[in-house]
């Protein structure tokens, strides 16, 4: 394809891309392949728009990540100004608020906020719901609420059937709206709103594959007065079906809007070719093929350079250090961190990469996911550490005082207060201590106000059957550990958890508790250089904590790990697609067509060097390369035959 001046824009275009940028009208649909420019074209069409006329105003731009849509604005600087930008559900927000949809100051309920409403309405029903029921059912809640649909009294448990209304009820009460219920209420403003309907001359929706059926019907009912749809996707980057996304919405796009122009972006300005064959064969086995297409180079390969590169390692440590140690020679070479990406399958694959580069001093952060230091299972051990180092904090045992569950609930612990509580934790148990420090009062004040009697000896009595027997427990599970810096703070780290059974608490989730597991070793491993002395450790708390501050500063270069799907719209120059193994990935438990369209996602991230490689041992099984793994090589064989 040539290169195409477009004298309104000032700019060099491929045919495709011209051709989508200055589309006169009508429905247009862009298959956009990875780094083909997709994102420029949009912008560009947008720009075009404008040039031709169209207010900026009535021109609405839907994308995947407000990350997307800031860009989109960016890029058109002050010809963007007034055009509508973002995501489904943050273009739902601003429209609602305009029409008042339930109101005009409603609120929106994040996911932990919405949680908390299920589960209080459901504990309502059935007080002694365990947490894996309420996720279970929380989760099913918002699959149906995403997809617009009633519970199924076929399919679904009578707790959800009788929850569900109460549930839409609350959040009218609270004049609030969670994240499915802001395309909902979009989806019936614009049903009812024929002003509406007429508002946007121009719709253009990106990642149309990813789309849900909500969604699709928001765009109907936006687009319809006008006639003029431009939806943006690629088959071959489907991978969201298990959260609802539809890829049908843009295979049968064409049919629902009749007279489509079908435009392809098949050039790749982003990754070398040898990188591009590695994708491309991974396409050739596809078995539905409907609008897949194959990447065209447009960058050449470095003469005598690995751009490709396919290893096999022992185990998942073994491939971690391989990895690690491998980057720190790239840096060492002059490459700073944040060219660098690990793209895994599943989130607890990222453990062993960050022991690794950890243990290297090398930076990080995680996309989609929790650094080590964020996890629950690590706060929890680092609280019981923190109160081996001191008994007077008072955050750290208030955070642990029921992992595991000793029969303490929310009432017990506000009688409890929250200074001097190892005292008054004492006093609870009826031990002989000295009055604690804190005002006199205030266990008093608080009891008074809960309507108990008093109890003079600063909290005993308060406890009794298991929460009496647990605190016990607590306590004792520090006495007998003095200083010892022949020893390290691993060893005491394991003495604490196994004396308050942490192990055993972990959760019947296999996967979870694996994960959990996992975590904790990591930590386990980097306490082993740390001596069990109380200036030692209290270094490694402090330092903790600023790599946890430091993980969540975006400015500093580090090393990205992500999930597949996460990684998703990213690229980096180098990548390393690690656990690539059969019962990994492809994941026995997904789709396989779209198992091979992650995998084409992974590979198509990398611009400059790929590694992909697998392990002949993963959580202690055997495991063989997965077959994506082995066509690359077939191909990489093919190559250096030729």
Known sequence: MGAVWCKILGMHLNDAQYQAVTHPGG??????????????????????????????????????????????????????????????????????????????????????????????????????????????????????????????????????????????????????????????????????????????????????????????????????????????????????????????????????????????????????????????????????DRFSFRLIPTRENKPRADHVVTYVADNEWHEAERVARNIAGMIARGKTPDEFAVIYRSNYQSRAIERHLSLLTIPYRIVGGLTLYERAEVRDALAYLRIWLSRGDDTALARVLNVPARGIGEKTAALLGSRDLWRTLNAAVGQSLPTPTAPPSRLSQLLARAGAKVVPTGGQGLLKGKALSGVREFLAAFEGLPEDP?????????????????????????????????????????????????????????????????AKDKSEAAVVLTTAHSAKGLEWPVVYAVGWEKGTFPSPRSDPEEERRLAYVIVTRAMDKLFVGCANQRLQEQREPSPFLDEINDMLKDRDRA
């Open 27 to 288: 429905p247009l649909m862009i298959l956009a392949g990875a780094g083909s420019g997709k994102t420029r074209v949009l912008t560009e069409r947008v720009r075009y728009l404008i040039s031709q006329g169209v207010p900026a105003r009535e021109i609405m731009t839907v994308t995947f990540t407000n990350r997307a849509a800031r860009e989109i604005i960016h890029r058109l600087g002050a010809d963007g100004k007034d055009v509508q930008a973002g995501t489904f559900h943050s273009l739902a927000a601003r429209l609602c608020r305009v029409y008042g949809v339930p109101s005009s100051s409603f609120r929106v309920l994040d996911e932990d906020d919405s949680y908390r409403v299920w589960r209080d309405l459901a504990r309502e029903i059935e007080p002694d719901l365990d947490k894996a029921t309420l996720k279970d059912g929380y989760d099913r809640l918002m699959a149906l609420r995403e997809a617009g649909a009633d519970p199924d009294p076929a399919k679904d448990t009578d707790l959800l059937c009788q929850v569900v209304p109460l549930y839409v009820a609350r959040l009218e009460e609270l004049d609030s709206l969670d994240f499915p219920g802001l395309l909902l209420a979009l989806r019936g403003l614009a049903q009812d709103t024929p002003e509406l309907q007429a508002r946007f001359q121009h719709v253009l929706v990106d990642e149309y594959q990813d789309t849900n059926p909500v969604q699709d019907e928001i765009l109907s009912l936006l687009a319809s007065e006008w006639n003029n749809p431009t939806v943006c996707g690629d088959m071959n980057q489907a991978i969201y079906s298990w959260r609802g996304a539809e890829p049908k919405n843009l295979i049968e796009f064409p049919e629902r809007w009749p007279g489509t122009t079908v435009i392809k972006l098949e050039e790749n300005y982003r990754s070398v070719p040898k990188i591009l064959d590695s994708a491309n064969v991974i396409l050739d086995g596809m078995a539905d």
């Open 486 to 550: 022949g020893k390290t703070c691993a060893d005491l780290m394991i003495a604490i958890l196994a004396r308050v059974g942490y192990m055993e608490h972990l959760g019947r989730d296999e996967e979870k508790e694996l994960n959990r597991r996992e975590s904790l070793a990591h930590l386990k491993d980097l306490l082993t250089s740390v001596p069990m002395t109380r200036e030692a450790l209290r270094q490694f708390v402090q330092d903790a904590a600023l790599a946890e501050e430091q």
